[in-house]
């Protein structure tokens, strides 16, 4: 009993002065003396800080997670089946690159190869449809690429590209890149630039490399392309 006592008389003597010394006066300082601001400035400041920090947490974690966890492709919701090889991670790059089921892989694009024919319009939709768009060729690795597939696996003999022109000899890729005279690969005498042959094919028995040629946007095979997607 005697060592509980002495403890609490330890206990009052520290926190009872401070607790009255110092807190009346700094509350009677506010009430008497003119205020230089408001009364409510510390709360504004207070709320202001605190949103603040919801700011940064938002900037910090919120962001960068949502950037991670991509919007799906709009080939990523058109196809349930898919296929993948591994790839070297790099940087911010993941380890699994897919293409949907039927269709082949090159570098950083899917293709599909059409076994039907359609005009050209219609080529475009179908592949619009499918998530992508008409194949636009940027590299001559990329012609071989694809004009060895042809050769390969195929029975078509005119695939459209995403390659066509609204004036004579103003070639215009669909997907806005800039048409490049030097890494076009027209066959020998081509384009005949006529005002009917505003639409683009590989011609797939011309050989691997100059294969283009412009026609009429009839019916045709077609070739699709679209971003892999990455997990
Ligand atoms: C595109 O064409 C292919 C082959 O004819 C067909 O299977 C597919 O359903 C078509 N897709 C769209 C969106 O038109
Ligand atoms: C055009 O293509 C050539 C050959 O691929 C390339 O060296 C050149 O940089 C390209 N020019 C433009 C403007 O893209």
Known sequence: ???????????????????????????K?????????????PWLISLLLLLLCIALVIALFVVPFSHSSDQPTALQLKFREWWCISAEPQGKERGWVCCPNGWIHFEKSCYYISGDMMPSAESERNCSGMGSYLVVINSEAEQTFLSKKLQQYSKGENYYIGLSAQQVGQWHWVDQTPYNETAAFWREYEPSDTADEQCVVIHKNSGLRDNWNDVKCGKHNRICEAAVVTV
Do not use: C, D, G, R
Request: glycine share 0%; proline share 12%.
């Open 1 to 27: 009993m005697a060592s509980e006592i002495t403890y609490a008389e330890v206990k009052f003597k520290n926190a009872s002065p401070a607790a009255v010394v110092e807190v009346p006066p700094e509350t």
């Open 29 to 41: 300082k506010h009430e008497h003396h003119p205020q230089k601001y408001p009364s409510w400035l």
